[in-house]
């Protein structure tokens, strides 16, 4: 066996992965410390922070929604719709095979597209939030400052945090799984832009 490798992922894609991956890092840090300060000023500071790191979501989901639409094939959210590949895992029970094509993979597929899904959500909950708390964004004609709402946003946007979260984690382990169980990098694809697979070698 041996390794080959091809240029799949772009640099524009690289780059707003990077960029999103380091703003819900920063969203999930600032969340959980603005709750353990309390009312404090340094917590309202942290709060209004975190609002700001909210827009660069904002930004970073409008980039990869736009990029999924139009930039390259491994780039567009049709590659990550996989619903034969989803079916023959889930009869097969196996979540794990050997990668053998380009691109993602059926689960890796599958988590990002629950991921979009639930950052979107995210960024909504967390606009009306804004609205509601700081009096600022663009939900505020609608909701500026109406506490009455606050606990049909707060309740989802902490539920939807800990998804989030928790899709970060299988995310990471997933990418340490593949690796040690069948020793292709696979950590390295968004720096490098290269994708690795196994190959029968060739009989002379």
């Known amino acids: ?36 300060l309390g009312y404090t000023p340094e917590a ?6 975190h609002v700001l790191v909210g827009y660069g979501l904002v930004l970073g989901l409008v980039a990869r929604i736009t990029w999924g639409l139009v930039g390259p094939a491994p780039a567009r959210f049709s590659g990550l719709w996989q619903p034969r590949a989803w079916w023959r895992m889930a009869r097969t029970r196996e979540f794990f095979p050997t990668p053998a094509d380009w691109g993602h993979q059926a689960a890796s597929a599958a988590v ?23 009096g600022s964004g663009p939900l505020y004609l609608w909701l500026g400052h109406d506490v009455t709402l606050k606990h049909l946003f707060r309740e989802p946007h902490e539920a939807m945090e800990y998804a989030v979260l928790a899709l970060v984690v299988v995310h990471i382990a997933t990418l340490i799984l593949h690796e040690v169980r069948h020793g292709v ?16 070698e060739e009989e002379e």
């Open 112 to 134: 990002y597209l629950l991921l979009y899904l639930l950052l979107l959500g995210m960024v909504v909950t967390g606009l009306a939030l804004a609205a509601i708390n700081q």
């Open 1 to 36: 066996m041996r390794l080959e490798r091809e240029k799949v992922y772009d640099p524009i894609l690289r780059g707003v992965h990077v960029w999103n991956a380091l703003v819900i890092v920063l969203l999930l840090l600032g969340g959980r410390a603005g709750g353990w």
């Open 185 to 200: 990098p696979l950590a390295q694809a968004m720096v490098s832009g290269f994708q690795y697979r196994k190959v029968e």
């Open 44 to 49: 309202a500071a942290l709060r209004y922070f």
